[in-house]
Every structure is written in C-alpha cells, then in structure tokens.
Antibody, heavy 119, light 110 residues
Framework: EVQLLESGGDSVQPGGSLRLSCTAS????????MSWVRQAPGKGLEWVSV????????KYAASVKGRFTISRDNSKNILNLQMNSLRAEDTAVYYC????????????WGQGTLVTVYS | QSVLTQSPSASETPGQRVTISCSGS????????VYWYQQLPGTAPKLLIY???QRPSGVPDRFSGSKSGTSASLAISGLRPEDEADYYC???????????FGGGTILTVL
C-alpha cells in the first residue's frame, strides 16, 4: 500500500524559512517523480514543484522559483521542500504527491501539512 | 486564474447523471493525458480518472472520463449523496513545464 506522510508544517513570520518532508512507502521510491502541490484556504489546487526519480531534474512554479528548493533522499525514501523568503500568499496546506506517469499528474497524495505565514 | 477552465459548480438530483467539463489548450490537454480528482471536505484529493479515461481499482464504474481535442469531461452517473465534493481536472503543460489544474467544480447532489 502506497503511503505518503508529510511533516514540518508550522506557523512562521514573513521572510522566514521552513522545511517540509514527506516519507514514502509502499512503492519503489526512486522510480517515480514526486511533486509538492498546495492548496490555500478555501482555494483550488496549485502545483508547486517536481523532482525526477533520480533527483537530477527539478521544475518549479513561477510563484516559488528562486525561493523554494525541492530535493529527495532515495536512500531514506524522503522528499523535501525547503521554503525560504516565505510570504503571506504561501499560506496553504502542502501535499506531496507521486507521479503516475512521467513528471505527473499524480496517483497518490499525502494527507497534507499546514503552513501558515503570518505577520 | 487557473490554466484549465472548469465551471465553478454543478448540481443534480440523486440517481441522475452529471457531466463536469474541463477546457485547456494544445500545450496541456491537447497533447497530454487528463486526470480527474475528487476532494471531500477536509481531505486530500483522490484520483478518480487517469490517462483520460482509466479508472483506478476501487473507483466505481459510475465515474467515467473522456477527452476530445483540448477539452475533457468527467461523467458521474447514478449520483449518490456521497458524491458531493470538489472535482478537479489536471494535466501536464508542455509550455509551463508543470502540472496545471482546473479551478475545481463544486458538485451538489440535491
């Protein structure tokens, strides 16, 4: 059974940093691209970033490029998202998601972790 | 403003059939697979349809997907109260090099 478990969500002030993690199990982790997708309160889904199975290729949404860094540790089946220079508009539930094919979209999602950026 | 366009809401009575549409462009729906997700309140999205019209195991055959050109649709037949949820379409976008979503459709089962 595929399981994705996010952690690291917290409340932080604007300009601050936060690191999210997602621990995966139930599939061959390094064989699949993984993404972060966020959902602001009461809003729709927004793709944030993707990393290839090997970790050698990454892509970012324009809204986070230069501020967020996606990475993965295939020896530990962990996906990370380092978030710097956080803004109020980054407030959202952040989901990790496994690509069904290529870089996505996705067949499995985690339960999400809440990031709140407040002043 | 979402890259893929969905109607904000839809409603129908139990037992009936409803169709949710998703409109895109040649860089996303026109050249890549479409996926559909169901999101119940307070929960993570769940995959309903992948690769335009494929159902994961465990998804009832009341749910079906189709694609034509730069548009796609999700049909739900034999509506049940538990189908009340938000529904999102998604696809890879070659121009943006990322996954794009529709804005979501809130389905009400009257």
């Amino acid at each position: 059974e595929v399981q994705l478990l996010e952690s690291g969500g917290d409340s932080v002030q604007p300009g601050g940093s936060l690191r999210l993690s997602c621990t995966a199990s139930g599939f061959i982790f390094n064989a699949y691209a993984m993404s972060w997708v966020r959902q602001a309160p009461g809003k729709g889904l927004e793709w944030v970033s993707v990393i290839s199975g090997s970790g050698g290729s990454t892509k970012y949404a324009a809204s986070v490029k230069g501020r967020f860094t996606i990475s993965r540790d295939n020896s530990k089946n962990i996906l990370n998202l380092q978030m710097n220079s956080l803004r109020a508009e980054d407030t959202a539930v952040y989901y990790c998601a496994k690509a069904e094919y290529g870089f996505g979209p996705f067949d499995y999602w985690g339960q999400g972790t809440l990031v709140t950026v407040y002043s | 403003q979402s890259v893929l366009t969905q109607s904000p809401s839809a409603s129908e009575t139990p037992g009936q059939r409803v169709t949710i549409s998703c409109s895109g462009s040649t860089s996303n729906i026109g050249s890549n697979f479409v996926y559909w997700y169901q999101q119940l309140p307070g929960t993570a999205p769940k995959l309903l349809i992948y690769r335009n019209n494929q159902r994961p195991s465990g998804v009832p055959d009341r749910f079906s997907g189709s694609k034509s050109g730069t548009s796609a649709s999700l049909a739900i037949s034999g509506l049940r109260p538990e189908d009340e949820a938000d529904y999102y379409c998604a696809a890879w976008d070659d121009s943006l090099s990322g996954v794009v979503f529709g804005g979501g459709t809130i389905l009400t089962v009257l």
